[in-house]
């Protein structure tokens, strides 16, 4: 299986920082990737896919770059919405996987 | 609007068995593959199992793999996940999850349920 590891794990921001988080792949994965919010007691929420790709709805001071093993979701301009945890997913292969989630916290 | 609803979430004696069940509604059922993914208590994310949009193939987490069954009713707009032999482990909030664009098999996520709890315990 693929394995995605996040880092960091855990972030303290403050609102208006820049923020970024990464996520890295045990093999190659293309452009297959995959953003998620989750805020306590809710299910995640897409935000990006195909690595780069805005979901509707989602607002533009999110964005992700990468390619192949290495990729970046970047929060332009960190929002009181936007303290939650966030998880990467690979869907390259028969076996979807997720990273172990990133917390960002107010710093 | 889309929406996907899960039931059948209780508690099970370890060896026990559960059926859940997650109502579609607002898009058309059944040209979209479809996820089941679980979450324990405090932790992250894990993919537990796929069924493709017409029920021809499905694929499982080696986790759950001979345990757990996925399948699908497009005549009901429901899909299903059948849990045989539970043990501690789990123990957790399942989601469904719907994929992004209709008849594929490799995409995003874009629509999740509000999950359903599972707790196995004696």
């Known amino acids: 299986d693929i394995q995605m590891t996040q880092s960091p794990s855990t972030l303290s921001a403050s609102v208006g920082d820049r923020v970024t988080i990464t996520c890295r792949a045990s093999q190659s994965i293309s452009s297959w990737l995959a953003w998620y919010q989750q805020k306590p007691g809710k299910a995640p929420k897409l935000l990006i896919y195909k690595a780069s790709s805005l979901e509707s709805g989602v607002p533009s001071r999110f964005s992700g770059s990468g390619s192949g093993t290495e990729f970046t979701l970047t929060i332009s301009s960190l929002q009181p919405d936007d303290f939650a945890t966030y998880y990467c997913?690979?869907?390259?292969?028969?076996?979807?996987?997720f990273g172990q989630g990133t917390k960002v916290e107010i710093k | 609007q889309v929406q996907l609803v899960e039931s059948g979430g209780g508690v099970v004696q370890p060896g026990g068995s559960l059926r859940l069940s997650c109502a579609a509604s607002g898009f058309t059922f059944s040209s979209y593959g479809m996820h089941w993914v679980r979450q324990a208590p405090g932790k992250g994310l894990e993919w537990m199992a796929f069924v493709r949009y017409d029920g021809s193939n499905k694929y499982y987490a080696d986790s759950v793999k001979g345990r757990f069954t996925i399948s699908r009713d497009n005549s009901k707009n429901t899909l299903y996940l059948q849990m045989n032999s539970l043990r501690a482990e789990d123990t957790a909030v399942y989601y469904c999850?719907?994929?992004?664009?209709?008849?594929?098999?490799?995409?995003?996520?874009?629509?999740w349920g509000q999950g359903t709890m599972v707790t196995v315990s004696s």
């Open positions: 997913q690979q869907y390259n292969t028969y076996s979807w996987t």
């Open positions: 999850a719907k994929v992004r664009e209709m008849a594929t098999t490799f995409d995003a996520f874009d629509v």
